[in-house]
């Protein structure tokens, strides 16, 4: 499949890793959008939000699971982070392959 996020689970595409198990794989963006930018992508291809199913939900609880440890290991579990689905054209998803942002490390813009 051309997709660069399985490339990336697959190794194909070099990354910089971060966390790795049966179900996900966490690897630094390649351009941050801040100190910290860390993409965790299941390692089954789902494309978007929008692709997952109630069968999914223990995939999801799981992803949020790793995003609290990964921010607790990157020390920004206090001063606070973001985790962003972009999802469809309008919130600018570029990569058709769902994957959960975590963005800190300073303070971020106001999304209010
Ligand atoms: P989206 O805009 O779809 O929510 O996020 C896609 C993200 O993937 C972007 O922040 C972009 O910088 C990142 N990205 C795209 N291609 C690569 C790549 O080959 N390697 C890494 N590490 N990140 C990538
Ligand atoms: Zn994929």
Redesign the pocket.
Known sequence: MDC??CK?IEGE?P??AVYNDELVFA???????APV?I?IVPKKHIVSVNDFTVDDNALLAHIFDVAKQIAKRKGISESGYRL???TGKD??????HA?L?ILGGDTLCDLG
């Open positions: 660069i996020f990336i595409i990354s910089k690897f630094y963006d390649v351009s941050p959008k930018h993409l962003i689905f972009n919130a600018g998803q570029t990569v058709f994957h942002h």
